[in-house]
T-cell receptor, first 116, second 112 residues
Framework: AQSVSQHNHHVILSEAASLELGCNYS??????LFWYVQYPGQHLQLLLK??????LVKGIKGFEAEFIKSKFSFNLRKPSVQWSATAEYFC??????????????FGQGTILTVHP | NAGVTQTPKFRVLKTGQSMTLLCAQD?????MYWYRQDPGMGLRLIHY???????AKGEVPDGYNVSRLKKQNFLLGLESAAPSQTSVYFC???????????FGPGTRLLVL
């Protein structure tokens, strides 16, 4: 079975600092990779996704992520964060191929707090 | 378009009571999913459906049942609620293949 690990439970930054949130997965085959964000009191929103091709993926709100297959990693980055980025961030994977039906396996989540 | 909606938003149950959570989507999506979110555990898949009339078990199906009688609705039932089912429940839908899921606003359930 596949699994996803987000090593940082809570990250605290000041505005304008750079952000990198770690995500590692465990699965022997091909996966699709996702980052979701959950702002306080709201539902999950898709930040970005990777299926194939260029391993550097750009998403909404200035976020990007890099897929490093050899390290089974898909870290989320942003050069400069604002207070509005305060939220919980989830990394997720699904097994590539039709029979997986898109079922997502999520990491534990990383709470990001940005101080003004 | 309303996207994915969930009813109710919040509910308090006593141990042993039953209830049904409703998920509705207006995007004509084939696939629908129910997840539960618990602190420090991310989201875990309870049940899913790949089309009207079909359902399948996810990672944590025990204590839950589901039905997909209409394409746009996916119901999650708790026959006899337990405190361990206190959680936030999210529904999601996706086009065939399930590559991109769209989530509802969640239902917060407290079982006393």
């Amino acid at each position: 079975a596949q699994s996803v690990s987000q090593h940082n439970h809570h990250v605290i930054l000041s505005e304008a600092a750079s952000l990198e949130l770690g995500c590692n997965y465990s699965y022997g085959g091909t996966v699709n990779l996702f980052w979701y964000v959950q702002y306080p009191g709201q539902h999950l929103q898709l930040l970005l996704k990777y299926f194939s091709g260029d391993p550097l993926v750009k998403g909404i709100k200035g976020f990007e992520a890099e897929f490093i297959k050899s390290k089974f990693s898909f870290n989320l980055r942003k050069p400069s964060v604002q207070w509005s980025a305060t939220a919980e961030y989830f990394c997720a994977i699904s097994v590539a191929g039709g029979t997986s039906y898109g079922k997502l396996t999520f990491g534990q989540g990383t709470i990001l707090t940005v101080h003004p | 378009n309303a996207g994915v909606t969930q009813t109710p938003k919040f509910r308090v149950l006593k141990t042993g009571q039953s209830m049904t959570l409703l998920c509705a989507q207006d995007m004509n999506h084939e696939y629908m999913y129910w997840y539960r979110q618990d602190p420090g555990m991310g989201l875990r898949l309870i049940h899913y459906s790949v089309g009207e009339g079909t359902t399948a078990k996810g990672e944590v199906p025990d204590g839950y049942n589901v039905s997909r009688l209409k394409k746009q609705n996916f119901l999650l039932g708790l026959e006899s609620a337990a405190p361990s089912q206190t959680s936030v429940y999210f529904c999601a839908s996706a086009t065939e293949g399930g590559l991109t899921q769209y989530f509802g606003p969640g239902t917060r359930l407290l079982v006393l």
